[in-house]
C-alpha cells in the first residue's frame, strides 16, 4: 500500500538453528540462489496466496510443499485464523501485530521494525506442529495438503491478461463505445503515473472517479471539478490524456464484449439451486466456512462443465460426487420436475418458418381462429367492422372504400359526457 508496482520488500527466514532477515532490495544482493534453495525444502507460511503470487511475479518462485497456517485453522473451523489468534490459541503466545501494516519498502529498516519481523517467523514451525495434530486428528491432514497443492498451482500459473478486458472495471457496463473509449485511456494513464511516482493506484484515482470522469467527457460536461488536487506536471498529463481520448475515431474505439458464459437453462438453475443447498448443510455438518468447500464460482463451473471444475478430491467427494467406472469422479443431481411454461420458448412473430431444408413452411391457423380473422363487410361498406386484434384498442371505420383509425367507443363516450357536463 505504499508502492507500485508491488515487490517484496522482505524475506524472514526461520529454521531450527537459525532466524535471519533477508532485504532483497539491498543493493547488489541477488536472491535466486536463496529462492533456489528454498524451491526444495518444504515451507511454512501463514497466509500464502499473496505471498506466493508476488514471489512468482517477481523471481518465478515455486515451491514444491507447502503448508499454511491459516488455511489449516479455517480446515479446523477456527473463527479467527490469523497469526496472533492463532498462536494465542495452540501456543498461549500473544502476538502484537503493530507494524503488520507498515512501509517496509523504507530504508534503513528501523530496529523496531526488523523485531517484529522475526517473530512473524519464529513460531511458525511449533504452530504448524500444532495444527497438523490436530488435522489428523479430525482426518483432514489430507484435505489440507491438497489445497496447499492447489494454491502452489493457482498462485504460480497466473491468468493471461487480456488487453481488450483488463482495464474495464465496474460500473462501465452499459457504457457507450464512447465512454469506454475514454474510460481505456484513463486507465492507462492512472497506471503510468502510479509506476512514474511508485504510488498505488487508488492513491492516484479511485475506480469510480474513473467512470465518473469517463462519463461527462463523453458528454462533453464539465468535468474538471470531479479531478482531485494533482501537481501541474499530473494534471496536464490528465487534461492532455482526456482531450485525445476525446479525439478518437470511431472506428478506433473499443467494442462492447460479447458474453462468455449464457445464461443458464431451468434445469441448470435447479442444479446450482441443489448442489448449494447441498455445500451449505455439509459445511454446517463440518463446522466450517461453506466457501472453503467451494465458491459460487466453483460450483457454476462444475454445473458448466464437470470435467474442468478445479474443486480438490476431497471437495468433490464432500459435494456428493461418485466414481464411474473408470474412476472419474461425477455429480449426480436428482430428476428435477420443470413446469413446462418455462421449458417454451416465445412464439415468433411471423406466420412462416423455415424448415432445415430451407424451404420455408406456412403455420396453419387452428380452426376455431380462422372465424376471428374473417372480416365480411356490409353492402354499402358503411358498418363499423370490429377486428379481434384491434378490438381494445382501435375502432376501424370504412366509408366510400376509404378507412381511417379512430378512438374507441368507450373513450367517445367519455368525452361526450365531459361535453354535456360543460354545458
Known amino acids: 500500500m505504499y508502492g507500485y508496482p508491488e515487490k517484496v520488500c ?17 543493493k547488489g544482493l541477488d536472491v535466486m540462489p536463496l529462492l533456489k534453495l528454498l524451491e526444495k525444502k518444504p515451507l511454512i507460511m501463514h497466509g500464502a ?32 485464523c490469523g497469526l496472533a489468534s492463532l498462536c494465542e490459541s495452540y501456543l498461549g503466545i500473544h502476538l502484537i501485530k503493530k507494524y503488520q501494516k507498515a512501509d517496509w519498502g523504507r530504508r534503513p529498516i528501523p530496529e523496531d521494525y526488523l523485531s517484529y519481523a522475526i517473530k512473524d517467523a519464529f513460531y511458525l514451525n511449533e ?28 498462485c504460480t500459473h497466473p491468468a493471461k491478461s487480456e488487453p481488450s478486458r483488463e482495464w474495464r472495471i465496474g ?57 482531485p488536487r494533482y501537481s501541474p506536471s499530473i494534471k496536464g498529463r490528465l487534461l492532455q ?22 445464461r443458464f437453462t431451468p434445469l441448470q438453475q435447479h442444479q446450482l439451486e441443489y448442489i448449494t443447498k447441498v455445500r451449505d448443510e455439509r459445511a454446517a455438518s463440518l463446522k466450517m466456512d461453506p466457501v472453503l468447500i467451494a465458491s459460487r464460482a466453483d460450483l457454476v463451473g462444475c454445473i458448466r462443465d464437470q470435467q474442468a471444475c478445479h474443486l480438490t478430491e476431497w471437495q468433490k467427494e464432500v459435494l456428493g460426487f461418485v466414481k464411474d467406472e473408470s474412476g472419474k469422479l461425477y455429480l449426480q443431481f436428482p430428476d428435477f420436475q420443470i413446469p413446462s411454461e418455462s421449458l417454451t420458448t416465445k412464439k415468433k412473430s411471423s406466420t412462416s418458418q423455415t424448415s432445415s431444408s430451407g424451404k420455408k413452411v406456412e403455420k396453419k391457423t387452428p380452426p376455431e381462429k380462422e372465424e376471428n380473422h374473417k372480416i365480411q363487410l356490409s353492402e354499402n361498406q358503411k358498418k363499423t367492422i370490429y377486428h379481434p386484434a384491434f378490438a381494445k384498442k382501435k375502432e376501424k371505420v370504412i366509408q366510400g372504400g376509404q378507412s381511417k ?9 367519455k368525452r361526450n359526457k365531459k361535453k354535456i357536463h360543460k354545458k
Open 10 to 26: 522482505l524475506i524472514q527466514l526461520s529454521t531450527e538453528s537459525v532466524d535471519s532477515i533477508v532485504d532483497p532490495l539491498a
Open 49 to 80: 496466496d499473496y505471498d506466493l503470487r508476488l514471489l512468482y511475479k517477481g523471481y518465478k518462485f515455486r515451491p514444491r510443499q507447502l503448508f499454511d497456517t491459516m488455511l489449516a485453522g479455517k480446515l479446523l473451523g477456527e473463527e479467527s
Open 127 to 154: 504452530l504448524k506442529l500444532r495444527l497438523e495434530k490436530r488435522l489428523l486428528q479430525c482426518g483432514r491432514l489430507e484435505w489440507h495438503r491438497q489445497n496447499c497443492q492447489r494454491l502452489i498451482k493457482d
Open 171 to 227: 460500473g462501465c457496463e452499459n457504457f457507450s463505445r464512447r465512454e469506454l473509449g475514454i474510460l481505456r485511456e484513463l486507465w492507462y494513464w492512472r497506471e503510468a503515473e502510479g509506476i512514474r511516482n511508485c504510488r498505488p493506484l487508488f492513491f492516484i484515482m479511485r475506480p469510480d472517479l474513473l467512470v465518473k470522469i469517463a462519463k461527462a467527457a463523453a458528454a462533453n460536461k464539465k468535468y474538471t471539478h470531479l479531478l
Open 241 to 262: 490524456t482526456i482531450s485525445n481520448a476525446q479525439k478518437i475515431p470511431a472506428k478506433k474505439l473499443p467494442m462492447y464484449l460479447r458474453r462468455e458464459n449464457q
Open 405 to 413: 383509425v379512430e378512438q374507441p367507443l368507450q373513450k367517445q363516450e
